[in-house]
């Protein structure tokens, strides 16, 4: 099965509130994050490719759903959910995988 690539957008809104999306050169380096939801500073940040630390564009697509994801789900009426771990990254491969598959005609 063929994957289309995703591409990583610059911002995007959810209800009324814009989020900017990111890449920054040393999350890991700092964080030990490859990717942080900010809800406050409506931002996410993308650990990009760096010398020392390889990031495919898998890796980036399928970090980029899972903060989406922790986003998302805090604003729903279920905001403790973004707390699990292993329900946001489930959610998250799901949906990449649905939008890596996609077929459009
Ligand atoms: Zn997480």
Redesign the pocket.
């Known amino acids: 099965m063929k994957l289309n690539p995703i591409p990583i957008p610059k911002r995007l809104w959810m209800f009324a509130e814009q989020y900017d999306i990111v890449k920054v050169p040393d999350l890991v380096f700092k964080d030990n994050d490859n990717?942080q939801?900010r809800f406050r500073e409506n931002v996410i940040k993308l650990q990009d490719e760096v010398k020392g630390w390889p990031r495919s564009k898998e890796q980036q697509e399928q970090t980029f759903f899972?903060?989406l994801?922790?986003l998302a789900v805090s604003m729903t009426n279920k905001p403790k959910l973004?707390d699990d771990?292993v329900f946001?990254?489930s959610m998250a491969s799901l949906l990449h995988q649905a939008f890596a598959t996609a077929e459009y005609k």
């Open positions: 990717g939801a899972h903060e994801v922790h973004s771990e946001i990254d």
